[in-house]
């Protein structure tokens, strides 16, 4: 079945430090590729989406392309702030179907 | 505002004894799903609901059972058949078909 894998956590960085979380995917199809974030106690907000390849998502300073060779869909920003501390989800969706998370990985951003 | 609402925050189960987690949405979404999060693991799909009275098994549903009588509300009942019940439960939301999934804020079940 579809999955979806992530770099291990918990990845701790000083602020204003360049932010990158690998995610890579399994699917039979075409899926639409997601991150999700969660901050401490609360509930998953859609941060970041992709529907096809070659497909940039971006909000918030984070970015992330839809690389359909490499299978990937990797989260990138450029400066990170204290705020951005939390778990990040990436996932994929086979047209709103079925929607798989990976393991999440968690972000601390020291001041 | 318009949101999922989940209740209550906390919850503590008995040996044996089922416990109903709520979950109430006012953004007239047709689809409802029940996630369970256990630490360092990603979000595994117990139920999810695409219309009002029907429902589908997750990937993890046993120990678990659903109803969907209102399009507003989606409870999950965890029996006594779930061994391992603790963990944080998020319920979720989304127009049938769409690929953008609205979030409670999760409810965090123990055992005592």
């Known amino acids: 079945g579809d999955s979806v894998t992530q770099m291990e956590g918990p990845v701790t960085l000083s602020e204003e430090a360049f932010l990158t979380i690998n995610c890579t995917y399994t699917?039979?199809?075409?899926?639409?590729l997601f991150w999700y974030v969660q901050y401490p106690g609360e509930g998953l907000q859609l941060l970041l989406k992709?529907?096809?390849?070659?497909d940039k998502g971006s909000n918030k300073g984070f970015e992330a392309t839809y690389r359909k060779e490499t299978t990937s869909f990797h989260l990138e920003k450029g400066s990170v702030q204290v705020s951005d501390s939390a778990v990040y989800f990436c996932a994929l969706s086979d047209k709103g179907q079925n929607f798989v998370f990976g393991p999440g990985t968690r972000l601390s951003v020291l001041p | 505002d318009g949101g999922i609402t989940q209740s209550p925050k906390y919850l503590f189960r008995k040996e044996g004894q089922n416990v109903t987690l709520s979950c109430e949405q006012n953004l007239n979404h047709d689809a409802m799903y029940w996630y369970r999060q256990d630490p360092g693991q990603g979000l595994r799909l117990i139920y999810y609901?695409?219309?009002?009275?029907?429902?589908q098994k997750g990937d993890i549903a046993e120990g678990y059972s659903v109803s969907r009588e209102k399009k507003e509300s989606f409870p999950l009942t965890v029996t006594s058949a779930q061994k391992n019940p603790t963990a944080f439960y998020l319920c979720a939301s989304s127009i049938r078909g769409s690929e953008k999934l609205f979030f409670g804020s999760g409810t965090q079940l123990s055992v005592l």
């Open positions: 699917a039979t199809g075409y899926p639409s």
């Open positions: 609901s695409q219309i009002v009275n029907d429902f």
């Open positions: 992709a529907t096809k390849a070659d």
